[in-house]
T-cell receptor, first 114, second 110 residues
Framework: NAGVTQTPKFQVLKTGQSMTLQCAQD?????MYWYRQDPGMGLRLIYYSASEGTTDKGEVPNGYNVSRLNKREFSLRLESAAPSQTSVYFCASSEWASWGETQYFGPGTRLLVL | RKEVEQDPGPFNVPEGATVAFNCTYSNSASQSFFWYRQDCRKEPKLLMSVYSSGNEDGRFTAQLNRASQYISLLIRDSKLSDSATYLC???????????FGKGTHLIIQP
């Protein structure tokens, strides 16, 4: 049981290049999320998917697109990377219980845009 | 806009001491509350949920004050391995998930 996996771990892009960050979970969770984390800014939600087939914008969606390919996989695409998108990107999936929601995070992708 | 506020620290604390920090949240409709821990260059991980009656897990005690809209975390007999950033997290119960504070950086010194 790998939990939440992300690829790649590190990436360097030039301004204007595109790339897709991959995320997969094997916990059979319905909800999945993409966050970015910048120094002094905390975790900010980019997009989320409450269930297979649905996606919604979070706090900072501009410059990104997502695809919920199936229940396991939720990808994040940067169509034309900008230096402002240099960040650490975390994918998460969540389960709900009587105490509320618990999110499980992947190890992150460190992206540098030059 | 939902907000969760924390003192960023750092809190420098000698090993064995007790340390406490709080966070406040703005959304009075928030339903669930958590503390996550994040080690340097790692992903956040759930430390503990925070229940209305308060709860304890070993050396860690979490309290919730709904009237004042704040959550606290107390760490007793602190260990070097407790050094990390502690994220206060609030859920409104909606599909858009959790709202994270920016974290409190804790450094336990030998």
């Amino acid at each position: 049981n790998a939990g939440v996996t992300q690829t790649p771990k590190f990436q360097v892009l030039k301004t204007g290049q595109s790339m897709t960050l991959q995320c997969a979970q094997d916990m059979n969770h319905n909800s999945m999320y993409w966050y970015r984390q910048d120094p002094g800014m905390g975790l900010r939600l980019i997009y989320y998917s409450a269930s297979e087939g649905t996606t919604d914008k979070g706090e900072v969606p501009n410059g990104y697109n997502v695809s919920r390919l199936n229940k396991r996989e939720f990808s994040l695409r940067l169509e034309s990377a900008a230096p402002s998108q240099t960040s650490v990107y975390f994918c998460a999936s969540s389960e709900w219980a009587s105490w509320g929601e618990t999110q499980y995070f992947g190890p992150g992708t460190r992206l540098l845009v030059l | 806009r939902k907000e969760v506020e924390q003192d960023p620290g750092p809190f420098n604390v000698p090993e064995g001491a007790t340390v406490a920090f709080n966070c406040t949240y703005s959304n009075s409709a928030s339903q669930s509350f958590f503390w996550y821990r994040q080690d340097c260059r790692k992903e956040p991980k759930l430390l503990m949920s925070v229940y209305s009656s308060g709860n304890e897990d070993g050396r860690f005690t979490a309290q919730l004050n709904r009237a004042s809209q704040y959550i606290s975390l107390l760490i007793r007999d602190s260990k070097l391995s407790d050094s990390a950033t502690y994220l206060c997290v609030v859920s409104g119960g909606g599909a858009d998930g959790l709202t994270f504070g920016k974290g409190t950086h804790l450094i336990i010194q030998p």
